[in-house]
């Protein structure tokens, strides 16, 4: 149950697009299309942004996307906006029914 | 609306225990998946257990494996957690999670923050 790993932080300018990475093993990331992406404002519970690798919950914009490639997945907000500035963490399926975390990113929209 | 309402967290010491409980409203509980998931002040999320709707299939951190059980009352519509053994690092606030298919964290609760500390 090793955690997932990001890049402790990412930035943008309004407008622009940012991607995220999120890499496991064949594990977890690799071995399951249970890859989920959560947004987290300060002192807020998280929020679900992706499930199953590139699926949006309703309500939440067509500017977040995800994808995966062998053990990496990917969060991508395209036409940044002030208030995507938050922290975003990754999780995957990791077996056994266990679920594993991303160390999350904090991402800074300049 | 789903409503999840953790409650039952503070400060115990080291070796104590302590019983978390989580109130749910707005969706049909007993066909529902449920789990633990806690952040430390100032770190990322760790996900603690899981229970299946039926609740006889549970699955646990190695972190909290044979300290943790998680459990549910289906006619009280209540998520426990019951704490044992309790160490500094688990200090954090323990949220309670819906997830209804799949292996995706659906709605969560505010927390409840627990404070291991003598």
């Known amino acids: 149950q090793s955690a997932l790993t990001q890049p402790p932080s990412a930035s943008g300018s309004p407008g622009q697009s940012v991607t995220i990475s999120c890499t496991g093993t064949s594990s977890d990331i690799g071995g399951y299309y249970y890859v989920s992406w959560y947004q987290q404002h300060p002192g807020k519970a998280p929020k679900l942004m992706i499930y199953?690798?590139?699926e949006r919950p309703s309500g939440v914009p067509d500017r977040f996307s995800g994808s995966k490639s062998g053990n990496t997945a990917s969060l991508t907000v395209s036409g940044l906006q002030a208030e995507d500035e938050a922290d975003y963490y990754c999780?995957?399926?990791?077996?056994?029914?266990?679920?594993?975390f991303g160390g999350g990113t904090k991402l800074t929209v300049l | 609306q789903v409503q999840l309402v953790e409650s039952g967290g503070g400060v115990v010491q080291p070796g104590g225990s302590l019983r978390l409980s989580c109130a749910a409203s707005?969706?049909?509980?007993?066909?529902?998946?449920m789990h633990w998931v806690r952040q430390a002040p100032g770190k990322g999320l760790e996900w603690v257990a899981f229970?299946?709707?039926?609740?006889?299939?549970?699955s646990y951190a190695d972190s909290v494996k044979g300290r943790f059980t998680i459990s549910r009352d289906n006619s009280k519509n209540t998520l426990y957690l019951q704490m044992s053994s309790l160490r500094a690092e688990d200090t954090a606030v323990y949220h309670c999670?819906?997830?209804?298919?799949?292996?995706?964290?659906?709605?969560w609760g505010q927390g409840t923050l627990v404070t291991v500390s003598s």
């Open positions: 999670v819906l997830s209804p298919s799949g292996w995706r964290f659906d709605s």
């Open positions: 707005g969706f049909t509980f007993s066909s529902s998946g």
């Open positions: 999780s995957s399926y990791a077996g056994s029914n266990s679920v594993v």
């Open positions: 199953e690798v590139s």
């Open positions: 229970i299946r709707y039926h609740g006889s299939d549970k």
